[in-house]
């Protein structure tokens, strides 16, 4: 027997294969209630079905009417193939608490079958434990033809009927494949379920090629050219124990797998798989056609699989599948090379890089990859850096770089910065910071120089220009210190047993010292001395002093007052060493007042009548009354 084999474990094919699928009910969503051959799982043989939630297995005699699912068979004539669905998980999740979010599902629809393809039947370490599913085309297959042949397989954990057991190991294995054959398959009754190792498939996992997913089902499928007249499918490993590789071992462990979509189509591939494409047009088109096609003809007039295409226009192409002739026809058209100078323009220095500054790359191509990530032919910038750019087309991938520079303004310009202070005998030299990056200058005096000197306060500015022509500018603030002013002491006499005070007013920059160590802007004086105080600033210190005396200040006060004209004792005169305020009230004899004066200025007395007076004066100084009599004679 002559056959193809291809083997690809995929998620999708490499083809779009195309055709009606000979296996009936290819993922086992059609079944019959139960009847007298089978139980409804977990129930009692006399239990009567309440739902077509039935059949722990495949049926073992295909002369048997259908039960469980449909068109499906056991090759086996102990153990089955276990068939679930829909109804099987709601049974499993109401009896197995805590697994049900780990059960087994199908692929496609609501049900699947579990095939036990490596181990052993309990401990008989002879016995090869194998299980197979069987069913019959809708149609024998034709002479010549080549075929597609899948079924999807998942990795699976099995005990007990449930395709979930927390005790139960994943043990991967190989050689999961399928038979067809003009003729059903059946074993003798003593064998049971050991292995058909003397079937070879036509489609299997390949040797070595161990299938290990328990959560995405995998694609097992091939390229089948018919002999003609196979109508019979077989799913299973036709591998004795020795033959299959395994990550367990098969005395202690058991592999599974659920099984679903099964699938047998008549090959017909895409021979091209576009109907336009654009190319270059000094570059080859190479087109490959699907190995397994035979009576090639491209309209160029080529007979071979491969062909390399350099003109434009519309091509067709001719191959037979086996059994019939496939036909595709494309269209190609031809890409001009870019000629011109591929730029994004030249490296540009700004001394300050203008608003929205954008490169762009020639427009036209396919695809642009910019260094900043973005992906259209032009981009906006505002920092400097190196920028490239790569344009992809059919002839190739075109790129250009492009440095962009922008002036970094220094800190600062002038020397000293921002505010100096100078003392008002000095003059200050103002520099310029790095003065050959420059080309010009511009104070804003009208001077030229690169530096500046001046003994004036104000304010200075200068603009420098650079090469490039970008300008830089900065301000100073100059002030002048001169001395402090210190004319606030003179010398003072005080009376005994008083006190004063000097108080200063220095600038916030001044500092005052007294002559014994004192810092404070006030300073009080209550003994005879010679004292002196400083102000000081950043420039200069100013000293002044003072001579205090602390006389008595006893008053002498007159008891007769002779107003005759005289000159002498004319009036009421109160002698002190230290003339100030006193205030004067004189009472006559009865006890009246005849005179009152505050700051008493000694004019009282000439005009008063001949008698006796008393009086009373208040010192507000030394915070003293005196009281007495004095006699007017003329």
């Given at each position: 027997m002559r056959y193809v084999i291809l083997f690809i474990l995929l998620f999708n094919s490499f083809y779009n294969i195309k055709g009606q699928n000979l296996v009936p009910n290819p993922s086992f969503e059609e079944f019959d209630l139960c009847n007298k051959y089978f139980i409804c799982p977990f129930e009692t043989f006399s239990s009567k079905c309440i739902n077509s939630c039935c059949a722990a297995g495949l049926p073992q005699d295909i002369t048997r009417p259908n039960s469980a699912t449909h068109n499906w068979w056991?090759?086996?004539?102990?153990?089955?193939?276990?068939?679930?669905?829909?109804?099987?998980?709601?049974?499993?999740?109401?009896?197995?608490?805590?697994?049900?979010?780990?059960?087994?599902?199908?692929?496609?629809?609501?049900?699947?079958?579990?095939?036990?393809?490596?181990?052993?039947?309990?401990?008989?370490?002879?016995?090869?434990?194998?299980?197979?599913?069987?069913?019959?085309?809708?149609?024998?297959?034709?002479?010549?033809?080549?075929?597609?042949?899948?079924?999807?397989?998942?990795?699976?954990?099995?005990?007990?009927?449930?395709?979930?057991?927390?005790?139960?190991?994943?043990?991967?294995?190989?050689?999961?494949?399928?038979?067809?054959?003009?003729?059903?398959?059946?074993?003798?009754?003593?064998?049971?379920?050991?292995?058909?190792?003397?079937?070879?498939?036509?489609?299997?996992?390949?040797?070595?090629h161990l299938l290990t997913d328990s959560t995405n089902y995998q694609k097992v499928w091939g390229l089948y050219k018919a002999q003609g007249g196979e109508q019979w499918l077989v799913i299973g490993n036709f591998k004795d124990n020795a033959h299959t590789q395994s990550l367990g071992n098969y005395l202690t462990t058991q592999s599974n797998y659920a099984v679903d979509d099964v699938s047998v189509t008549r090959w017909r591939p895409d021979l091209v798989s576009f109907i336009d494409t654009i190319v270059c047009e000094d570059i080859p088109l190479t087109l490959k056609l699907p190995a397994g096609l035979s009576s090639i003809k491209w309209s160029t007039g080529d007979t071979t699989r491969q062909v390399d295409l350099l003109g434009t226009g519309t091509f067709t192409v001719e191959a037979s599948n086996g059994c019939e002739m496939l036909r595709d026809t494309f269209n190609i058209h031809r890409r001009l090379r870019y000629t011109d100078t591929f730029s994004i323009g030249k490296d540009t220095f700004f001394c300050k890089i203008p608003t929205n500054y954008s490169l762009s790359a020639p427009s036209g191509f396919n695809r642009y990859a910019w260094s900043t990530g973005a992906n259209n032919n032009s981009i906006i910038i505002s920092t400097s850096g190196e920028y490239w750019v790569k344009a992809f087309y059919e002839c190739g991938t075109l790129s250009d770089t492009v440095f962009i520079t922008e002036f970094q303004q220094p800190d600062t310009l002038l020397i000293p910065h921002a505010h100096a202070s100078i003392c008002s005998d000095q003059?200050?030299?103002?520099?310029?910071?790095?003065?050959?990056?420059?080309?010009?200058?511009?104070?804003?005096?009208?001077?030229?120089?690169?530096?500046?000197?001046?003994?004036?306060?104000?304010?200075?500015?200068?603009?420098?220009?650079?090469?490039?022509y970008c300008e830089v500018k900065d301000t100073l603030n100059i002030s002048v210190v001169y001395p402090p002013l210190l004319n606030t002491l003179s010398d003072t006499i005080a009376c005994d047993g008083t006190s004063f005070s000097v108080v200063l007013h220095p600038k916030p920059d001044e500092l005052v010292q007294w002559y014994d160590g004192r810092h404070n802007v006030s300073h009080e004086f209550n003994t005879t001395g010679t004292y002196w105080v400083s102000l000081s600033n950043t420039c200069y210190t100013s000293t002044d002093s003072m001579k205090v005396d602390f006389l008595d200040c006893t008053l002498n006060i007159p008891n007769l007052v002779t107003n005759n004209g005289d000159g002498m004792n004319d009036f009421f005169i109160i002698e002190t060493k230290i003339p100030r305020i006193l205030n004067l009230i004189v009472y006559n004899a009865w006890g009246s007042e005849v005179f009152k004066e505050e700051d008493y200025q000694g004019q009282w007395g000439n005009n008063a009548k001949d008698g006796i007076y008393f009086y009373q004066i208040t010192d507000p100084l030394l915070n003293k009354n005196y009281k007495g009599w004095l006699q007017i004679l003329k």
């Open positions: 056991s090759v086996n004539l102990a153990i089955p193939p276990t068939y679930f669905n829909e109804c099987n998980f709601a049974y499993l999740k109401q009896h197995y608490k805590g697994t049900s979010n780990n059960l087994y599902t199908p692929r496609t629809g609501k049900a699947f079958i579990l095939l036990n393809t490596f181990g052993i039947w309990f401990d008989v370490d002879t016995t090869d434990f194998r299980q197979y599913a069987q069913i019959k085309l809708n149609d024998s297959l034709k002479a010549g033809c080549n075929y597609e042949v899948s079924f999807y397989a998942l990795l699976a954990r099995y005990s007990g009927g449930v395709a979930y057991y927390a005790n139960a190991h994943e043990v991967a294995s190989d050689g999961l494949g399928i038979y067809l054959s003009k003729d059903s398959v059946y074993t003798d009754y003593k064998l049971r379920f050991q292995a058909l190792s003397n079937i070879t498939p036509q489609i299997s996992n390949p040797s070595g003059s200050l030299d103002v520099q310029v910071l790095h003065p050959t990056n420059y080309t010009s200058f511009l104070w804003n005096d009208g001077s030229t120089l690169n530096h500046l000197s001046t003994d004036q306060p104000g304010t200075y500015s200068l603009k420098a220009t650079t090469a490039q």
